[in-house]
């Protein structure tokens, strides 16, 4: 998107450290289509692994740095949105101007959609989430409808008093362009003023998590340090609470587009999302 492992011994063993909306790229032709998708259940083919609940779970210390959270995930775009643009393109009020109610998303050059990446990745973190106690609000049920708008997404985590709101997507930037970057919000008067502190503090914990455990290097194009503030997303600026985006990889990039692409990784990037979730409310 860009505008302008609960289970065994050897599944905790596959995380490594991790214990210790114009589309996204531009041209709204990104991301249409159904596109070629990854399985998302049973086993993968390319690393004989099978693609639920794998991975080690944050270790809250019996303590829990996520029992009794309530966090709202934000799966980027909507699997019908490229068959509604009526829908889709309606303008609504971001709190500092207007922009279009919701975008198709991009995908890989090999047709995996941003929407489904979303979806799939969302879904893996709702699960780490909640078998430490968390509560979960996903912010659309599944990935063949339209929207919501920018502006219920915020309302949905708003209305739900989240302690903590993550928008996942993917970057659909030049093909040269790799690396991950959160997205910050900007204090945009009479909105989301109060949160954007502790946004900021979610900001760096989620990059450094997400650095440490995926191994995803800081984008090259885009941020300082792959941190990138912005003023001019209605997710983060009518938001009141603490609410980021992360850019997981650019998925027409070669090299991020091959991790994003397959099963395996989704569980990585969804176990380093909840130890960064789970980082920033044990310094909270």
């Known amino acids: 998107m860009r505008f302008h492992r609960r289970g065994s011994a050897a599944a905790a063993a596959l995380a490594f450290c991790l214990g210790a909306v114009t589309a996204c790229g531009g041209g709204s032709s990104d991301g249409g289509g159904e596109g070629a998708k990854p399985p998302t259940t049973g086993a993968n083919a390319q690393d004989g692994t099978t693609t639920a609940g794998q991975g080690a779970p944050p270790d809250d210390g019996g303590g829990g740095g996520l029992r009794g959270k309530v966090i709202v995930l934000d799966p980027g775009h909507n699997g019908g949105n490229a068959k ?22 991009t995908s890989t050059n090999a047709g995996y959609t941003e929407h489904a990446f979303t979806w799939d990745v969302s ?89 440490a455990g995926t191994g995803i290097q800081y984008s090259n194009y885009i941020g300082e340090n792959a941190l990138d503030p912005r003023s001019d997303l209605g997710g983060l600026n009518l938001s009141t609470v ?29 176990v380093a999302l909840a130890n960064g979730l789970d980082a920033y409310f044990k310094k909270s």
């Open 84 to 105: 509604n643009p009526a829908a889709i393109n309606k303008q609504v009020d971001i709190g500092n101007g207007r922009k279009e109610c919701d975008t198709t998303g």
């Open 123 to 211: 879904n893996r973190l709702a699960r780490l989430l909640r078998d430490q106690g968390a509560k979960v609000v996903m912010t659309r049920k599944n990935d063949t409808g339209v929207g919501p708008c920018i502006t219920e997404r915020a309302a949905i985590g708003n209305r739900a008093k989240a302690d903590a709101a993550v928008s996942v997507h993917g970057d659909g930037a030049s093909a040269s362009g790799r690396g991950f970057h959160v997205i910050m919000p900007v204090a945009v008067k009479g909105h989301n003023t109060a949160m954007v502190p502790d946004a900021q503090r979610l900001g760096r914990a989620l990059r450094d998590s997400y650095r």
């Open 242 to 270: 603490p609410k980021v985006f992360i850019e997981c990889g650019n998925m027409r990039n070669p090299g991020d587009a091959a991790k994003m692409s397959t099963a395996a990784f989704r569980q990585r990037i969804a």
